[in-house]
């Protein structure tokens, strides 16, 4: 089931592109998306949803949800972990992790 505004509407920006990508305090990245949403993504909750599928089992120690280097790119946020590790979240994949009370249905 599609999220409701989850469709590129042509002549309107794309809501899986961030206009910009920023820190949010000193644990957390934030997304300014093109249609006004606003996210944000604590960095241990942002490794944990890392694509790769492994580091969702980790016990997270500090070390491993501290970003070394936050990059965006054409087609993703990348994140170096200082434990070495590096992700690439997808703009519409990270679009989707929003855990607002808008995009969960308040819950």
């Known amino acids: 089931m599609r999220k409701l505004g989850a469709l590129p509407i ?7 592109e961030p206009k910009d990508i920023h820190l ?9 998306w ?3 949403h606003a996210s944000i993504y604590p960095f241990d909750r942002l490794r944990l949803d890392c ?6 089992a980790l016990a997270l120690t500090p ?7 936050i990059k965006k790119t054409p087609d993703g946020l990348r994140v170096g972990w200082s434990d ?5 979240y997808l703009y519409p994949t990270l679009r989707a992790a929003c855990r607002c ?5 308040g819950h």
């Open 10 to 16: 042509v002549g309107q920006p794309n809501p899986s």
């Open 24 to 32: 949010v305090g000193r644990y957390a990245i934030g997304a300014a």
């Open 34 to 36: 093109a249609d006004g």
């Open 51 to 56: 694509p790769c599928g492994a580091c969702a």
């Open 63 to 69: 070390d491993m949800a501290w970003p070394t280097e």
């Open 84 to 88: 070495g590790h590096a992700s690439l």
């Open 101 to 105: 009370a808008v995009c969960t249905g």
